[in-house]
């Protein structure tokens, strides 16, 4: 996974409003991330495999799809 990937999935799991800002519109919410094609489609699809295969953890996958932005939301 890239750094900037790792940024985005960071983002997506402690941040509130660009998690809201991710699953109203997620091309909008990432556009300014220098992601490669793989990574780019891979959460934009909400792709689980595509993203466990370029490393993000399940934990990691599951909050960020479903807008859970700290540890005390699981």
């Known amino acids: 996974m890239s750094p900037v990937m790792e940024q985005v999935i960071y983002r997506l799991k402690n941040d509130l409003s660009f998690a809201e800002s991710f699953l109203n519109s997620p091309e909008q919410a990432i556009k300014n991330y220098d992601l490669n094609s793989e990574e780019y489609e891979?959460?934009?699809?909400?792709?689980?495999?595509?993203?466990?295969?370029?490393?993000?953890?399940?934990?990691?996958?599951w909050a960020a799809e479903s807008g859970a932005h700290s540890q005390t939301c699981y």
Do not use: C, P, T, Y
């Not at 909400?46 to 993000?56: F, I, K, P, S």
């Open 42 to 61: 891979a959460l934009i699809a909400r792709d689980v495999q595509a993203l466990q295969e370029l490393g993000v953890s399940n934990e990691d996958i």
